[in-house]
């Protein structure tokens, strides 16, 4: 078949050290579609892209048809069928969350541009660098003929956290825990809901809240635990998470390209428009969607209690602040 062309920026970092690989051996578009790899990063790091590139050689992976490092966004953002915007401004110590919009505004303003200009309109966009959300607004804004909906940002890794740390409390596969739910943003006002979630267990599927018994637990230790998990990886190894943040790329991207599982859904920031949650409209918001097709839709009929409603709301807060400071930057640089 044709290779398809894959974009990812931030290529020199650690997450896309872990993901590379991965999406080269074919465990993200599949083992029989070939493809060519770009990366893009800032011009003082090409050299250790030279290295990624020679180490993707010495893999000798058969999918793999053609390596592209380069610092150039018009070599980079060319005829691409997926685009994975994992390079960003990290943030630093004494830094405000407000700075990090600051930085990363414009980054995302010029790659949407980037995109807009040079990509196929077809184009998968998924943002990864931090703060997710606001950045993919920003770089969707930046691209306006091409779709809204083609652009997500990812809440996939806290969605497996949850999964997860549910698994654990049951002694059960991660594999047996399904629509858990990321509602908003990708920060620590995040909600992780398993009211709609299922475990199986004993070979009976039986609703989360169900099989904990354990209410105080899932409205609070729980809820905190996959809040700050990220926080947590840092304190333990001085760096932020790569590996698990790289396998929820992977499992976003490959829930794109092929669908999600029947009866599944997963939760992944897309744009609200159209929501029947009462989210407002024009935020990048992590809602619970089915995809087909290529194609997400909203998973509707969920019904939300007051306690998820206050922490819905909360992160919606949080996102539109985000998005006015970010607007507001935008404006006037």
């Known amino acids: 078949g044709e290779p398809i062309r894959v974009l990812v920026t931030g290529a020199a970092g650690q997450i896309a050290y872990s993901l590379l690989y991965s999406i080269a051996k074919g465990d993200v578009f599949g083992k029989d579609q070939p493809l060519v790899l770009v990366l893009l990063d800032?011009?003082?790091?090409?050299?250790?892209?030279d290295g990624i590139v020679m180490e993707l050689q010495d893999c000798a992976l058969p999918l793999l048809r053609e390596v592209i490092p380069t610092d150039k966004e018009e070599v980079a953002f060319k005829d691409l069928d997926v685009a994975i915007l994992v390079g960003?401004?990290?943030?630093?110590?004494?830094?405000?969350?407000?700075?990090?919009?600051?930085a990363n505004s414009k980054i995302f303003k010029s790659q949407g541009a980037a995109l807009d200009k040079y990509a196929k309109k077809t184009v998968k966009v998924v943002v990864v660098g931090n703060p997710a959300n606001t950045n993919c607004l920003i770089a969707s804004k930046s691209a306006p003929s091409i779709p809204k909906e083609n652009f997500s940002c990812l809440?996939?890794?806290?969605?497996?956290?949850?999964?997860?740390?549910?698994?654990?409390?049951?002694?059960?596969?991660?594999?047996?825990?399904?629509?858990?739910?990321?509602?908003?943003n990708h920060s620590s006002t995040?909600?992780?809901?398993?009211?709609?979630?299922?475990?199986?267990?004993?070979?009976?599927?039986?609703?989360?809240?169900?099989?904990?018994?354990?209410?105080?637990?899932?409205?609070?230790?729980?809820?905190?635990t996959v809040q700050q998990r990220g926080a947590a990886v840092i304190k333990a190894r001085k760096l932020s998470s790569a590996m698990s943040a790289a396998k929820a790329i992977c499992d976003h991207v490959r829930d794109i390209w092929f669908g999600t599982p029947a009866?599944?859904?997963?939760?992944m920031g897309v744009i609200s428009d159209g929501n029947s949650y009462g989210v407002p409209?024009?935020?990048?918001?992590?809602?619970?969607?089915?995809?087909?097709?290529?194609?997400?839709?909203?998973?509707?009929?969920?019904?939300?209690?007051?306690?998820?409603?206050?922490?819905?709301?909360?992160?919606?807060?949080?996102?539109?602040?985000?998005?006015?400071?970010?607007?507001?930057f935008l404006s006037s640089a």
Do not use: C
């Open 88 to 102: 960003s401004m990290p943030r630093k110590e004494g830094m405000e969350r407000k700075d990090l919009l600051q």
């Open 155 to 184: 809440t996939r890794l806290d969605h497996n956290r949850a999964k997860s740390q549910i698994a654990l409390k049951l002694g059960v596969s991660a594999n047996d825990v399904k629509n858990v739910i990321i509602w908003g």
């Open 42 to 49: 800032i011009t003082p790091v090409m050299t250790v892209l």
């Open 190 to 224: 995040q909600y992780p809901d398993v009211t709609h979630a299922k475990v199986n267990v004993k070979g009976k599927e039986v609703g989360v809240y169900e099989a904990i018994k354990d209410d105080s637990w899932l409205k609070g230790d729980f809820i905190l």
């Open 263 to 267: 009866g599944e859904f997963v939760s």
């Open 281 to 328: 409209e024009d935020l990048l918001y992590s809602f619970p969607v089915v995809i087909k097709d290529k194609t997400w839709k909203f998973v509707e009929g969920l019904s939300i209690n007051d306690f998820s409603r206050e922490k819905m709301n909360l992160t919606a807060k949080e996102l539109i602040e985000e998005k006015e400071t970010a607007v507001q």
